[in-house]
């Protein structure tokens, strides 16, 4: 059983600074690329941002220079460091991730949290 917590939403003026936090959380063997995504109602969830095992990341064309996507491999860890946030911003934010666990079988496996929101006034 496998989990993606997410923290670190809240409300913040525009120009103003959030960082999320998704910890998989359970029996991890290893995390494929991970990924945070956004989504307001009536709209489609898009993707924000994406980084590698690697590390190599990748953004929207909305957030490239403000947002930066990191991770802790040895944690389990994704973060979305939020800066020069905009009221267009506002969203739930959700990680996802494709997992391999080992126990007690071999198993890959995509999880989703279950989202924080990101809420920025003007």
């Known amino acids: 059983q496998v989990q993606l917590v997410e923290s670190g939403g809240g409300m913040v003026q525009a120009g103003g600074s959030l960082r999320l936090s998704c910890a998989a959380v359970?029996?991890?063997?290893?995390?494929?690329?991970m990924y945070w995504h956004r989504q307001t109602p009536g709209k489609q969830r898009e993707l924000v941002a994406v980084?590698?095992?690697?590390?190599?990341?990748d953004y929207a064309d909305s957030v490239k220079g403000r947002f930066t996507i990191s991770r802790d491999n040895a944690a389990n860890t994704v973060y979305l460091q939020m800066n020069s946030l905009k009221p267009e911003d506002t969203a739930v934010y959700y990680c996802?991730?494709?997992?391999?666990?080992?126990?007690?079988?071999?198993?890959?496996?995509?999880?989703w949290g279950r989202g924080t929101q990101v809420t920025v006034s003007s």
């Open positions: 996802n991730a494709e997992v391999t666990s080992i126990v007690p079988e071999r198993r890959v496996a995509r999880y």
């Open positions: 359970g029996n991890v063997f290893s995390i494929d690329d």
């Open positions: 980084i590698s095992p690697g590390g190599s990341p």
